[in-house]
T-cell receptor, first 108, second 117 residues
Framework: LAKTTQPISMDSYEGQEVNITCSHNNIATNDYITWYQQFPSQGPRFIIQ???TKVTNEVASLFIPADRKSSTLSLPRVSLSDTAVYYC?????????FGAGTTVTVRA | DTAVSQTPKYLVTQMGNDKSIKCEQN?????MYWYKQDSKKFLKIMFS???????INETVPNRFSPKSPDKAHLNLHINSLELGDSAVYFC????????????????FGEGSRLTVL
């Protein structure tokens, strides 16, 4: 499985854009890049998934460069309720484990 | 309706005891999982079942035995509990076949916090 590296924590303020970069140098051809969000005392929740270039949904954008060795999750105009742990996953099939994630704290 | 539900939400027990955690999903998915989240927030896959068949067992001690009576249920039984088993256990489900190469969205339950004293 491709190993992922992401910052342990990030601080932001309401209304700002938050960008979290994940490194995955040994990503395989079949691997997808997926991001999950986890609030305290809850299970992770799917945010976005991509294979290459850019993906956007109503919650976030995912930027993937041509070499796919990294990816950036972009959260536009965050609010206090976006305070959570964000996990980057790289893989395919059923065998997916999460790293330690990035704790994003949004302040007023 | 809760998509993936686990019971109990909290479990406090003594070392050496045997305990079970139940999981049910009403999403019609073929694949279910058990994950363990430690105090450092790492979520590690333990087991994966597809159509009631075990497809992933990630070097989990034999004291952990998953059982899938049908596609909608995946229970986790733990024998001879140890202090290191204290963690939050998450059940999840996804759609896909046993030869699945893509990656489908995982739907997680709320977690079951196990504390071994």
């Amino acid at each position: 499985l491709a190993k992922t590296t992401q910052p342990i924590s990030m601080d932001s303020y309401e209304g700002q854009e938050v960008n979290i970069t994940c490194s995955h140098n040994n990503i395989a051809t079949n691997d997808y890049i997926t991001w999950y969000q986890q609030f305290p005392s809850q299970g992770p929740r799917f945010i976005i998934q991509g294979y290459k270039t850019k993906v956007t949904n109503e919650v976030a954008s995912l930027f993937i460069p041509a070499d796919r060795k990294s990816s950036t999750l972009s959260l536009p105009r965050v609010s206090l309720s976006d305070t959570a742990v964000y996990y980057c996953l790289v893989g395919a099939g059923y065998k997916l484990s999460f790293g330690a994630g990035t704790t994003v704290t949004v302040r007023a | 309706d809760t998509a993936v539900s686990q019971t109990p939400k909290y479990l406090v027990t003594q070392m050496g005891n045997d305990k079970s955690i139940k999981c049910e999903q009403n999403l019609g998915h073929d694949t279910m999982y058990w994950y363990k989240q430690d105090s450092k927030k790492f979520l590690k896959i333990m087991f994966s079942y597809n159509n009631k068949e075990l497809i992933i067992n990630e070097t989990v001690p034999n004291r952990f035995s998953p059982k899938s009576p049908d596609k909608a249920h995946l229970n986790l039984h733990i024998n001879s509990l140890e202090l290191g088993d204290s963690a939050v256990y998450f059940c999840a489900s996804s759609s896909g076949t046993s030869n699945y190469l893509g990656t489908g969205e995982l739907f997680f339950g709320e977690g079951s916090r196990l504390t071994v004293l």
